[in-house]
């Protein structure tokens, strides 16, 4: 199979993994709309890759009032689909209250997730009606399954973020729209997270290269949910993973279809 979406909305393409993400589409002869916060870097990439493929939005998601007013304007010139991509994270330590970031554990639960949330209901409606195949795909973390001490905010953003796609495929399940998870692992440029652990927390990862490989093979390769790597130095392979995730999933699928009432 190929990547079956000629155009693709890019939430996050500014920097980190969106961009590199951005990047590999555009290579792939996919078009890309970036969406992000710096109008510099939105210019910068449209420059790097010409109008013809690429073109920009510049707006917050963090900003739950702009979400209506973005896809309102966005809409009308639009035939696309919704790849949302998007890293936030800080390190707290649950053992010292007192040192404790409010604002950034905060900060981590809206971005990663309540923030997809306003977009996903922004865009929802206008994907519904679309007779076209279309997706919306996220962003999530193997964290939001083996929480990491340190990154209880980033960690417990990301489960919600995942729970909250599982039951996004099941209420919508007989429309056009196809709900795509990516769970990412560690990745080297994330490298000053583990300075703790010295120099070689720098070398700590997956180049981000790998992962955009390997993510863009597996939504080349139709999968709804890609996990890619695996948690080797915690001891858990990503076969195991994926066993995890599709135990739960069914899980889910059960529950959903006794709530109602045994309908398929």
């Known amino acids: ?25 555009v290579q792939e002869g996919v078009k890309v709309t970036a969406v992000g916060r710096r109008q510099d870097r939105l210019d910068e990439f449209v ?11 510049r707006v917050d998601i963090a900003d739950s009032n702009a979400m209506p007013k973005f896809a309102a304007e966005y809409i009308p010139i639009s035939d696309d689909t919704s790849i949302t991509s998007l ?30 949330v306003n977009l996903t209901h922004a865009f929802l409606p206008f994907l519904l009606n679309k007779r ?39 209420e919508p399940r007989n429309s056009s729209i196809k709900v795509i998870e990516v769970s990412l692992p560690v990745l080297t440029f994330l490298g000053e997270l583990h300075d703790y652990m010295g120099p070689a927390g720098r070398e700590l990862g997956m180049p ?23 948690l080797a ?4 392979a990503v076969e195991k993973l994926s066993q995890t995730v599709g135990e739960r999933r069914s899980a889910c699928n059960g529950l ?7 309908k398929d």
């Open 1 to 25: 199979m190929s990547f079956p979406y000629k155009h693709v909305l890019l939430v996050g393409a500014t920097a980190g993994i969106g961009k590199a993400m951005a990047h590999r589409l």
């Open 47 to 57: 420059t790097t890759h010409g109008a013809n493929k690429t073109s920009a939005e």
């Open 87 to 116: 890293f936030q994270s800080t390190i707290i330590n649950l053992a010292e209250p007192a040192k404790w970031d409010m604002q950034a554990i905060h900060n981590d639960v809206s971005v990663n997730f309540t923030s997809f």
């Open 132 to 170: 076209s195949k279309t997706s919306l795909i996220y962003t999530t973390s193997h964290l939001a399954y083996i929480p990491a001490a340190g990154l209880s905010g980033y960690s417990a953003s990301k489960a919600a973020l995942s729970s909250f796609i599982l039951c996004l495929r099941e």
């Open 208 to 230: 981000v290269s790998d992962f955009t490989d390997a993510a863009f093979a597996g939504l080349a390769a139709g999968k709804d949910e890609v996990l890619v790597d695996d």
């Open 233 to 236: 130095d915690a001891g858990t």
């Open 256 to 262: 959903s279809k006794m709530l109602r009432g045994g």
